[in-house]
C-alpha cells in the first residue's frame, strides 16, 4: 500500500474514534414503515418519503408500465437523445403545480442546486446562504466562482448587512424546511430582503413540496408567495413525491438559461423516462389525497406531545422532521442503536452534517405510521433514557 493510502487509513481511525464514522444497512424490502434489515423486521422513522408514496400500487404501475414502453434507461442526456414525451408532459405538470411559467428536470437534488448557482452566477457575483444550508446548496455556492457569504439560521438583519456590502449580481438562497432541524425558513423577509436590494431568492423547497401547505405547494403556499417573490424553486421528487430525481421551477428566461448553462444539467443522462411517468401519478396523489398532509401533522403532534412529557429535547419543528437533540455524538450513535435494537430504524446525526455538540436522532414520520406505533417509539425512548 502507498503511503497515500496509508494515510487514507489513518484518516478513517480517526473518524472511528470521533464517533463520526458511517455505515450503510442493507435493506432487503419495499421502502416503508416496515423494512426488512438483518433478517429482522424494524419499524422505519428516517424515511424521506412523508406521504408514503414510494410503494404506492399505483406508482409502481405507472413506472411498470412506462418501463414496458420506454425501456429502462433514458439513452443520453436531455439535449442529446434523452427528452422524451414523458419527461416534457412532466415539466408541464409541474410548472402548473408550482403556478410557473416552465419546470426544468434535473437527475438529483444535488446537481440541480449546483447547476442553477453555478448558471446564474460568476466571478464579480456574490451569493448569501444560510448557515444550516444543505450541503448541495453550500456547494453550489462555492463552485459558482461568486463571493460566497453565510448569513446566520434565518437572520435576516444579519443578511442585510452582507446585502449591503454587495455588488454584481447577488444571490439568495435557503432552504425551504431545513432538513436536519425542521423548522421553516422566513420567506416573506427573505422576499422583502431580496427586493430591497436588487437580489434574486432561492429556495430549494425539498421537504416541503408535497408535505406543506393544502395542496401541498410546500414553503411558497404556507406563506402566500409566488414567482415574483420568490423567483427560483428548486424541488426534489424523492422525498414527498415518492420517486427520484428534481426539478426547478421559474420564469420562461430562468428556465431557458438553465438548459442552456447549467453544465449538470447538459452534461447528464436523464433520468429514466419511466421515473418522470411514475412522478405524474404520485403528482396526481400529492394534489389530491389532502388527508395523507393532515395525517402527518396529527402524528407529529402526538410525538411532541409524547417527547414533551418525556423530557426529550426536541427543536421548534412544525414538519414531519422532529430532531431529538443529544449533543454528544457516540451517545446519539449509541441511542441509534438502542432503538435499532428495541425494533426501531432512526439514524443518527453527527457532524458535519449537524454543528459540533448538536448531535442528534432525527425522527421523521410517514402518512403511513399509526399512532400505536408513535407511542412505541416513545415507550423505547422512554426504556433507552432510563
Known amino acids: 500500500m502507498t503511503a497515500a493510502f496509508s494515510q487514507l487509513t489513518g484518516n478513517l481511525d480517526t473518524i472511528k474514534q470521533r464517533a463520526l464514522y458511517r455505515s450503510r444497512r442493507v435493506i432487503a424490502s419495499p421502502q416503508g414503515i416496515n423494512l426488512q434489515i438483518d433478517g429482522r423486521t424494524v419499524v422505519n ?3 424521506n418519503d412523508y406521504l408514503g408514496l414510494a410503494n404506492h400500487p399505483d406508482v409502481v404501475s405507472a413506472f411498470k408500465a412506462a418501463a414496458d414502453h420506454y425501456g429502462v434507461g ?32 434535473f437527475s438529483t437534488g444535488y446537481m ?4 442553477v448557482i453555478s448558471a446564474l452566477l460568476g466571478r464579480g457575483d456574490a451569493v448569501f446562504e444560510d448557515r444550516l444550508n444543505h450541503a448541495s446548496l453550500l456547494d453550489g455556492g462555492l463552485f459558482s466562482g461568486a463571493r460566497f457569504k ?25 432552504d425551504g424546511v431545513f432538513s436536519m432541524d425542521g423548522d421553516f425558513a422566513p420567506l416573506k423577509a427573505l422576499s422583502l430582503a431580496a427586493k430591497d436590494n436588487d437580489a434574486w431568492l432561492m429556495v430549494d423547497d425539498a421537504h416541503g413540496l408535497g408535505v406543506i401547505g393544502e395542496r401541498g405547494g410546500g414553503l411558497l403556499e404556507h406563506y402566500g408567495l409566488n414567482l415574483e417573490d420568490v423567483p427560483v424553486l428548486m424541488g426534489t421528487l424523492g422525498k414527498g413525491f415518492g420517486t427520484f430525481g428534481a426539478f426547478v421551477a421559474g420564469s420562461d428566461a430562468l428556465i431557458e438559461t438553465l438548459i442552456q448553462q447549467a453544465r ?11 421515473v418522470a411517468e411514475a412522478t405524474r401519478i404520485s403528482l396526481k396523489i400529492v394534489i389530491a389525497e389532502n388527508w395523507r398532509r393532515d395525517k402527518l401533522k396529527k402524528l407529529a403532534e402526538r410525538f411532541r406531545l409524547g417527547a ?17 437533540i443529544i449533543g454528544d455524538s457516540q451517545r446519539a450513535v449509541d441511542t441509534s442503536n438502542a432503538l435499532l435494537n428495541a425494533g426501531f430504524l432512526v439514524s443518527a446525526i453527527r457532524p458535519p452534517t449537524v454543528p459540533k ?3 442528534r436522532l432525527r425522527v421523521t414520520f410517514s402518512a403511513l405510521h399509526e399512532e400505536h406505533q408513535i407511542d412505541q417509539l416513545l415507550d423505547a425512548l422512554n426504556l433507552i433514557k432510563t
Open 112 to 115: 440541480a442546486n449546483i447547476g
Open 264 to 274: 449538470t444539467y447538459i452534461y447528464t443522462t436523464a433520468l429514466p423516462a419511466a
Open 150 to 174: 453565510r448569513y446566520a439560521h434565518a437572520d435576516v438583519e444579519n443578511l442585510n448587512v452582507h446585502l449591503n456590502k454587495a455588488t454584481g449580481n447577488k444571490l439568495i438562497v435557503t
Open 45 to 47: 422513522f428516517c424515511s
Open 357 to 359: 455538540g448538536s448531535s
Open 308 to 324: 414533551g412529557q418525556l423530557g426529550l429535547e426536541l427543536m421548534v419543528s412544525a414538519s414531519p422532521i422532529q430532531p431529538i
Open 74 to 105: 433514458s439513452g443520453s442526456a436531455h439535449l442529446i437523445c434523452g427528452h422524451s414525451a414523458a419527461h416534457h408532459v412532466l415539466e408541464e405538470e409541474l410548472a402548473d403545480f408550482t403556478g410557473r411559467d416552465r419546470a426544468l428536470l
